[in-house]
């Protein structure tokens, strides 16, 4: 492991300064290729080599501490914020696995404006922050190697258009099947197995294990990990979590095809949007042994659906998914908005007009933000039945 002598401010301003953040980023893809390249291998010892080298290397270290940086985030239980490029040098010297402890989660309480619902982010130290950026470089070309080619959240090129796209593909022919699963993970992040990530995801097992037992500081009370769940503050979390439901499309056409073939892929196919599943079928009969084959995939890292969101639907008479409601009519699908998601972002500007403390110019500019980003999320969407 390289070490550093003390430097002084003004020396390691120049060194960051002087960074090719071109050659940097140009350095990482290149090391990102290699391990996507042994991954698709299947060569679990080259992986973890290169992993090892990436992680260990400066340029991708200030990488990590420039995207931490980037933006105003809140401190961490130590209060720390790297402001100056001094600060950020010597916080990208430091990144190291050796004796690593991650802090305890800082848990803040935060209520909606406009619903009244409560959430309560759990906020890691700037520190830990770059270190979970720094093994996610690692971790994210074995990910993308092994995932699902119809999973679209929290993943390079894909977006909820893409989801959109795919679920009219998956309804449209003639011969399309007639019912949809559509399946909702309940508290998928809260609920996650640590026992079962830490021995299946292909990252340094140490590492992560710290990751997952930081516990958490709230009030001023320290709450040690409770053996589940992972932080929505970590840059980690999403690719962990995407990792964690990889594996759904391969279980549900084994259990509905078994050995058969040609196998009838309409009947069980399977899309993914974060912890949103729909499952294409042919028969209500198909759909319960569709629910009860994820239900099992679920239970083994300590997941299951939410009962009020799971539900069997037909494609003619409508169904729900993203915020969007797709109905088949004479061999047609349309996709409307949701009323749903109207209603939600009508109150939305209702309680950011009569609670805003900002000048007309301004509230008219936010106004405009939202909008524009309402319509171009609905943009391929019909306005109304």
């Known amino acids: 492991m390289t070490t550093f002598e003390p430097c002084t401010d003004a ?60 933006t105003s985030c809140s401190p961490g239980v130590d209060g720390v914020r790297w402001r100056t490029a001094a600060e950020k040098m010597r916080a990208a010297m ?72 795919y679920v009219i593909e998956m309804i449209r022919k003639e011969d399309a099947p007639a019912f949809v699963f559509y399946g909702d993970v309940k508290a998928c992040y809260a609920n996650i197995q640590h026992d079962w990530l830490i021995a299946h995801a292909p990252m340094n097992k140490q590492v992560l294990s710290k990751f997952l037992s930081a516990g958490i500081v709230f009030d001023g009370e320290l709450f040690p990990s409770a053996g589940t769940g992972i932080s929505e503050g970590s840059n980690l979390s999403p690719y962990l979590a995407n990792f964690t439901l990889d594996g759904m499309q391969k279980k549900v056409y084994e259990t509905l095809h078994g050995t058969t073939s040609p196998m009838d892929y309409a009947n069980g196919n399977l899309l993914r949007f974060a912890d949103d599943i729909l499952v294409t079928v042919r028969t209500q009969e198909a759909a319960q042994i569709v629910r009860q084959c994820l239900t099992e995939f679920l239970a ?86």
């Open 11 to 70: 020396y390691l301003t120049k060194l960051w300064e002087h960074i090719n953040w071109d050659s940097a980023e140009q350095k990482l893809l290149d090391m990102q290729a290699q391990i996507s390249r042994a991954a698709y291998r299947k060569d679990a010892d080259a992986i973890k080599e290169l992993q090892q080298t990436l992680v260990c290397d400066l340029d991708v270290k200030c990488l990590a501490v420039r995207h931490v940086t980037s």
């Open 94 to 165: 430091s990144l190291t696995s050796k004796d690593y402890k991650p802090s305890p989660l800082r848990q803040i309480k935060l209520v909606a404006k406009n619903t009244g619902r409560e959430r309560y982010p759990q906020l890691p130290t700037y520190y830990d922050r770059a270190m979970s950026v720094l093994y996610g470089y690692s971790l994210i070309p074995v990910t993308e190697a092994y995932a699902e080619r119809k999973s679209f959240a929290f993943r390079p090129g894909r977006s909820t258009q893409d989801a959109h796209a």
């Open 300 to 385: 083994e890292r300590g997941l299951a659906f939410s009962e009020e969101k799971t539900k069997v639907c037909s494609v003619t008479e409508g169904f729900t998914f993203l915020s969007r409601t797709y109905v088949k009519k004479d061999g047609l699908v349309y996709s409307y908005l949701a009323d749903a998601a109207v209603e939600r972002f009508i109150e939305d500007l209702r309680m950011t007009i009569s609670t805003s403390r900002k000048s007309q110019r301004d509230l008219i500019l936010l106004l405009n933000r939202k909008l524009k980003g309402w319509a171009g999320y609905f943009r391929c969407t019909v306005s109304a039945p």
